[in-house]
């Protein structure tokens, strides 16, 4: 089975602290690196956490707060000093034109690759990214800005041909690669071999949904993410805060938990944590008691799924 892991670059809320980074995630499915969200330092949580820069080719920026894209100027820059040659494919708010192309006129001139925005609707639940490998869709969330979170799901995988039967039935190259995509075979003497015969089932597609800031269940969300292998979901406050959660449009961990419970997610990741909190496991606790299989997002921390 294939890579599929989430690296927490920045936990972190709007203020920072000695603790924690602003949010920024690397998603890697197989080969390719996603990143999700860029806020101030994530440059130098890529170095810290060993990825590499030239494989990250899109970057989703779920809303335009300085804690999830103040890092895009810093990064941009980096690739160019690095030398890089090919696109680097920016998802985003409209209003990222506006205000990312002064700066790249000012500090990017004569860099050798090339920035391509791509204008997104934070409203919409839209497919805004497909390869062989994933789709990446939006999902609209409730905050103060126009605000969009990401789930990334893998595509239907092929069957297994098993070796024993190719072997058996002396199966050529070039016949497989049909087999694996649900095709029976023919022998030369013209019996045909069903599939199920010849294959076992494929492995089961995957998915991860991230939930930037918002409040929590806004409409439509628990049915988009139903089943989701991990769920990110912000957790900046603990259930004695909700009032402030309320005025700031945000979630509480508990809140979180409930969307994880309601979603039949398998697993709960929690972050985006208020400053205020020298110890996150009050936010823990409360999640845990609503949705058991919660951990906490840490600077470092690789969840495989």
Known sequence: MEQFEVHILGCGSALPTTRHNASSQIIRV???????????????????????????????????????????????????????????????????????????????????????????????????????????????????????????SEKPKKRHLRRDM??????????????????????????TIANERLTTPPDPSRSYAYCSDTTPAPAGLIERIKGVDLLYHEATFANSEMHRAKETFHSTAQQAAAVALEAEAKRLVIGHFSSRYDDESILLEEAQEIFPATILAKEGLTIKI
Do not use: W
């Open 166 to 191: 190719a072997k058996y039935y002396r199966i050529p190259t070039y016949a497989r690669q049909a087999i694996r995509e649900g095709e029976d075979y023919t022998t030369p003497d013209g019996e």
């Open 30 to 152: 197989a080969n390719e690196l996603f990143m999700i969200d860029c806020g101030e330092g994530t440059q130098l949580q890529i170095r810290k956490s060993h990825q590499h820069f030239s494989r990250i080719n899109n970057v989703f920026i779920s809303h335009l707060h300085g804690d999830h894209c103040f890092g895009l100027m810093g990064i941009i820059s980096t690739f160019g000093l690095l030398g890089r040659k090919h696109p680097l494919h920016i998802h985003a708010h409209p209003m990222l034109q506006t205000i990312l192309k002064p700066q790249l006129d000012y500090f990017c001139q004569g860099m050798h690759y090339e920035v391509v925005l791509h204008s997104i609707d934070p409203k919409k639940n839209s497919i805004i990214y497909e390869d062989n490998n994933v789709t990446v869709e939006t999902l609209p969330l409730n905050h103060r800005i126009p605000c969009c979170g990401f789930l990334i």
